[in-house]
C-alpha cells in the first residue's frame, strides 16, 4: 500500500463547477500537508498547506482530517485554467521525509 | 529568471553513457533533492542534500550519483545510463526553517536513453 494515495482520475468536469478530491495518508506521524499544482510537462507548484482547521484561498480551500488520516481539495467555480494534475504531499519532520501521491488529474471542459 | 535551474532541459543519449545533470539556485536553501517522474507513478526521491558536506540516498539511488559542489549547486550522475532511466528529472529546494514538504522545484530536464 502507499504511504500517500489518490484517485489518479482523470475528473472531467463543466466550467464553472465545483470539484472534490481526496489524498489518503498512512503513516500517522505525518506533521505537514501540502496541495501541489503540475501542468503537462511541467515542474510542481505549491498550490497551498494544508491544516487542521482549513485553509482557503480564493476558489480553493483545502482541510486535513487527522482521525480518518485524509486531505482534501475543492475548487468552486472551476476555471479551465485549472486544468492539471493535483499532487499530494505528506511530510513527516522527525524524519525530514516527504512523500508524494501520484497525483489526480483534472480536466476542466468549456 | 528562475530560482532553480537545471540543465540541460532536455537529452537524448545512448545506452552506456555518462550524463550529468546539474543544478543550481538562487534562493539560499540548505536543502536539496533530486526526483524522477514516471508517468503515473508520481515523484520519486533519488538522493537529497541538508548542507554541502551532506549526502543521503533516497528510495531510487540504485544507477545514479550526486555531487554537491556548493550550497547553491547539486548535480545528479548516470554514471552508465540505461533505458529504463528515461524520465523526467526534477531538482527542488528547501528551506530547513520551513515545514518539511514545501519544496520549489527547477523546470525538469526529460532524459531519454536510446
Known amino acids: 500500500r502507499k504511504e500517500v494515495e489518490q484517485d489518479p482520475g482523470p475528473f472531467n468536469v463543466p466550467e464553472g463547477a465545483t470539484v472534490a478530491f481526496n489524498c489518503t495518508y498512512s503513516?500517522?506521524?505525518?506533521?505537514?500537508f501540502f496541495w501541489y499544482r503540475q501542468d503537462c510537462r511541467k515542474e510542481p507548484k505549491l498550490l497551498m498547506s494544508v491544516y487542521s482547521s482549513g485553509n482557503e484561498d480564493g476558489r480553493f480551500t483545502a482541510q486535513l482530517n487527522r482521525a480518518s488520516q485524509y486531505i482534501s481539495l475543492l475548487i468552486r467555480d472551476s476555471k479551465l485554467s485549472d486544468s492539471a494534475t493535483y499532487l499530494c504531499?505528506?511530510?513527516?519532520?522527525?524524519?525530514?521525509?516527504?512523500?508524494f501521491g501520484s497525483g489526480t488529474r483534472l480536466s476542466i471542459r468549456p | 529568471d528562475a530560482d532553480v535551474t537545471q540543465t540541460p532541459r532536455n537529452r537524448i543519449t545512448k545506452t552506456g553513457k555518462r550524463i550529468m545533470l546539474e543544478c543550481s539556485q538562487t534562493k539560499g536553501h540548505d536543502r536539496m533533492y533530486w526526483y524522477r517522474q514516471d508517468p503515473g507513478l508520481g515523484l520519486q526521491l533519488i538522493y537529497y542534500?541538508?548542507?554541502?558536506?551532506?549526502?543521503n540516498k533516497g528510495e531510487i539511488s540504485d544507477g545514479y550519483s550526486v555531487s554537491r559542489q556548493a550550497q547553491a549547486k547539486f548535480s545528479l550522475s548516470l554514471e552508465s545510463a540505461i533505458p529504463n532511466q528515461t524520465a523526467l528529472y526534477f531538482c527542488a529546494t528547501s528551506d530547513p526553517r520551513g515545514a518539511v514538504g514545501e519544496l520549489f522545484f527547477g523546470e525538469g530536464s526529460r532524459l531519454t536513453v536510446l
Open positions: 503513516n500517522s506521524a505525518s506533521q505537514s
Open positions: 504531499v505528506a511530510g513527516y519532520s522527525s524524519a525530514s521525509k516527504i512523500i
Open positions: 542534500s541538508f548542507d554541502v558536506k551532506d549526502i
